[in-house]
Each structure stands twice: as C-alpha cells, then as structure tokens.
C-alpha cells in the first residue's frame, strides 16, 4: 500500500485545503496517510480555531483573500477539515493526524484543547519513524 506523510506546519486556509485535498485522493485511493500537525498547523485543529472557521491566507496572497473566500462560498466547498474527516471515515484507521508533543508543550495545549479526529499526540522522532517508508513526504 502506498504511503503518503505530510507535516502540516501552515495554519492558513490556502495550504490546510491542499493538505486535505491530498489527503483525501490518497484516501480514496487506497493510500496510507500520516499527517503531523506541528507549529502554526497545530493551532488549525484546535476546537477554537475549527469553531472560529477562520479563513487566513497567507501573507505572500493577501490580495486573493477575498476572491478566495468568495470562491469558496459561491462552490459550496466545505471546510478544510471535512475533507480529513472524510478521508478519516473512508480510509478507516489508514488515515492517521498526529499532534506534534513539542509544540503541544510549547503552545500549552492539552489534548482536550484538540479536535476529535486528531489520533495522537507524538514527537518529531517518532514521526519521522512512521514516515521513514513513505512513497510521498511533503511539507506543507
């Protein structure tokens, strides 16, 4: 089974929909999927910050921002994180999200400030264990 791992280190909307996209195809594909949610993507799968439904982008693309979030709204797209719920619900437990434990401390977060579909909390070593056979390695 191919395997796909993805370090998620951005938390705005302009690359947390290319994680989940890619997530999602793997999944529908029949991939394996590891995502390590580390620094700014951590704080994306908060319960405060999935409530909040922020739309940041980047600051490279601030001009598109707004024709950004239009797009979306005028497609009906759903937010980011549905796309790994749903890859989580097709891909059963080969599609795994990870919470980075350094950046967990760092950020004083606890397991309860997390979203539900996060499956662990681990370090960046065991991370890279996980990943050491991934077909496809990408920081996002």
Not at 118 to 126: E, H, L, M, N
């Amino acid at each position: 089974m191919p395997k796909l791992s993805i370090i998620v280190w951005s938390g705005t909307t302009d690359k947390l929909y290319p994680v989940s996209i890619l997530t999602s195809a793997a999944a529908a594909s029949g991939w394996e999927v590891n995502l390590f949610f580390t620094f700014w993507g951590l704080l994306s799968i908060t319960k405060q910050s999935i409530s909040q439904s922020m739309e940041k982008v980047s600051t490279d693309y601030s001009q598109y921002a707004p024709i950004f979030s239009d797009r979306l709204k005028s497609m009906n797209f759903p937010p980011w994180w549905e796309f790994i719920k749903q890859a989580k619900e097709l891909g059963g437990s080969n599609v795994r999200v990870y919470a980075c434990s350094q950046t967990m401390e760092l950020m004083k977060l606890r397991k309860e400030d997390l979203v539900d579909f996060v499956d662990d909390i681990v370090g960046a070593a065991t991370f890279l264990e996980m990943s050491s056979d991934a077909n496809v390695t990408l920081f996002i």
